[in-house]
């Protein structure tokens, strides 16, 4: 799931270098951290959130495909 998250956020900004993403375990979910660089925050929230909320709707998919619950954050 790293690596589905890393993949979309490169290809959303034009700093794909400065693309991070830490993975925390916390009781049953999966908390995914990603930072990126401070003037691409905006592109991966896009308008009113609608993108940062299509990356969490693919993230919960794809966890629930594999049975856990995620959560990502972004961070700039």
């Known amino acids: 799931m790293k690596e589905f ?3 979309l956020a490169k290809h959303l900004v034009d700093k794909s270098e400065a693309v991070v993403v830490e993975v925390e375990e916390k009781d049953d979910k999966t908390i995914f951290k990603l930072r990126v660089d401070q003037t691409d925050v905006g592109k991966l929230i896009g308008k ?3 993108t940062a909320s299509a ?3 693919l993230l919960r998919a794809v966890a629930a495909k594999e049975g856990k619950k995620a959560v990502l954050d972004i961070i700039g």
């Open 48 to 50: 009113k959130g609608r």
């Open 55 to 57: 990356l969490r709707v």
């Open 5 to 7: 998250v890393e993949y």
